[in-house]
């Protein structure tokens, strides 16, 4: 009952909220950017078109859904809410629950009406992805706000105030999208051969955006592209048990970011 309110009235602050509306704005005009720029008519399975949307999504997305999660946590303890929300008797896993089903809610509008646009524009001038392709997109986008909002809650949850949960983000940001390549190429040339391929794995693992990106290009038939050392992932991908392997790992990701961001809370909330 808690989790339902609180999502609630997570889904009502977060339509009052103009930064949910200047990201929505963001999102539609660059997918709407790369139908214009696009030379094809019809844009199907991996190319450099969809490359480039996988990329514009990776950059924007993530850093969307860090913000909005992490100052709707910390804004809770600025403006003093949570006093007043900590008087009901209501237990930090609802508060959390709640926060993270209604945030979801709101960015998934927020994605769909982007989606939605570009692809009513794309079917009128002709520039549209094919089906598959454009709900794996969707798809995509849908991964990296479940991963990257839970991985939001815990930045909320040590973050001071905004400007302390801002550079948390714009530094998780960049260390597992801009910098990710750079660090892992640099720490991989450190280990023995042998020990390669299973850091690489536990590397991919542990990035959310690394690991979504991964399996779309896969799925998108550009396995390819990746290199010898992604082999294995290719294989597994697309094994007919791999998109549940998948999923049972996003689901494991999310549940321990939230059960961590849970137990951070109730601490705080004890010491106050």
């Not at 539609?28 to 949307?53: A, K």
């Not at 979801?104 to 794309?122: A, D, E, K």
């Not at 051969?193 to 896969?218: D, G, H, Q, S």
């Amino acid at each position: 009952m808690h989790t339902n309110a609180i999502a609630l009235r997570e889904i009502k602050m977060g339509f009052r909220n103009p930064w949910a509306y200047s990201f929505m704005a963001l999102f539609s005009f660059f997918s709407f950017t790369l139908l214009l720029i696009n030379t094809q008519n019809f844009i199907e399975g991996y190319s450099s078109t969809t490359g480039t949307m996988l990329n514009l999504i990776l950059y924007l997305l993530p850093l969307m859904t860090l913000l909005l999660g992490s100052f709707s946590l910390t804004g809770e303890k600025e403006e003093g809410s949570w006093q007043l929300l900590s008087t009901y008797p209501m237990s930090t896993a609802s508060f959390i629950n709640g926060k993270y089903i209604g945030l979801t809610i709101v960015l998934l509008v927020i994605i769909s009406f982007g989606y939605g646009l570009i692809g009513i524009i794309g079917a009128l001038i002709g520039k549209s992805f094919a089906f598959p392709v454009y709900i794996l997109f969707f798809v995509f986008s849908m991964l990296l706000i479940f991963l990257f909002l839970a991985l939001a809650l815990i930045v909320g949850t040590l973050a001071k105030n905004r400007w302390q949960a801002l550079t948390f983000c714009v530094g998780i940001w960049f260390f597992t999208i801009i910098g990710w390549p750079m660090i892992l190429i640099s720490f991989l040339g450190l280990l023995p051969y042998l020990w390669i391929k299973p850091a690489l794995v536990c590397l991919t693992l542990m990035n959310p955006a690394e690991l979504v990106r991964l399996f779309v290009i896969v799925k998108l038939g550009g396995g390819s592209v990746l290199g010898p050392e992604y082999y294995q992932w290719v294989e597994w991908i697309n094994h007919p048990s791999g998109i549940l392997v998948f999923l049972w790992a996003c689901v494991m990701w999310v549940g321990f970011s939230i059960y961590l961001a849970v137990v951070l809370w109730e601490r705080g909330r004890l010491r106050d």
